[in-house]
């Protein structure tokens, strides 16, 4: 079983072992969230090449050999290469005690101890779904769901919140806080936002502040 949790990897060191796409994909989300990357392959996909150019990544252009991680040190390793060198990388890597994901089956069992999650952002809110490496297929699905759900205006809601936090804070007292944001997210308000309509949204809410901060 999984055991879920968000990780802060702003300048946290990660190697990747391979070049193609699936790890041109593992290093785009890796560079989006500030982590050191250095890609080990012979050859790299174009995306990769494009991020090196852009100091984004360090590639080094050569086949994993033993020996390769221990110089960089790495907290996460990204197995995306043939079988063969994936479970050599493994055995480097659990021996300096870095967490493993075999990105080439996505799969929690053998060789990883981690699955990266299919996962809809929306400035800072992040949604994930993991079936544990069941059905990668199904994970994409409920992806899709999220997406359509939560479209890319939440993510100016979320800012939107936190500005309207902060007003809450200094209005209502601790007890009066708490009943307010249980009233805050009506069906009404989560409409607005999903239109597009975040004035709106936002008056509600704010009426809603001033209501309960006038009966204190």
């Not at 040190?73 to 197995?79: A, D, E, H, K, S």
């Not at 409409?191 to 009966?215: N, P, Q, T, W, Y």
């Amino acid at each position: 079983m999984l055991y879920p949790m968000n990780v802060n990897i702003e300048g946290m060191a990660c190697v990747i072992v391979g070049g193609g796409s699936v790890a041109s994909r593992k290093a785009a989300g890796l560079v989006e969230c500030g982590a050191r990357v250095t890609v080990i392959a012979p050859e790299v996909a174009d995306r990769v090449e494009h991020m090196e150019k852009e100091g984004k990544v360090t590639v080094l252009r050569e086949r994993y050999h033993r020996g390769m991680l221990k110089e960089i040190m790495p907290r996460m390793v990204f197995l995306a290469s043939v079988s063969s060198v994936n479970r050599m990388a493994a055995e480097e890597a659990k021996e300096l005690g870095a967490f493993i994901n075999d990105a080439a089956i996505d799969d929690a069992e053998g060789a990883g101890h981690f699955v990266v999650p299919s996962r809809v952002r929306r400035g800072p809110l992040l949604l994930t779904v993991s079936t544990s490496g069941a059905s990668p297929a199904f994970s994409r699905f409920l992806r899709g769901e999220l997406e359509r759900e939560f479209p890319p205006t939440f993510a100016d809601w979320m800012i939107r919140l936190h500005d309207m936090r902060d007003d809450a804070r200094l209005l209502l007292d601790p007890v009066k806080r708490q009943a307010f944001w249980r009233h805050a997210f009506s069906e009404s308000v989560i409409a607005h936002v999903r239109a597009g309509e975040l004035e709106k949204a936002e008056a509600e809410v704010r009426d809603a502040i001033s209501s309960f901060g006038a009966e204190s």
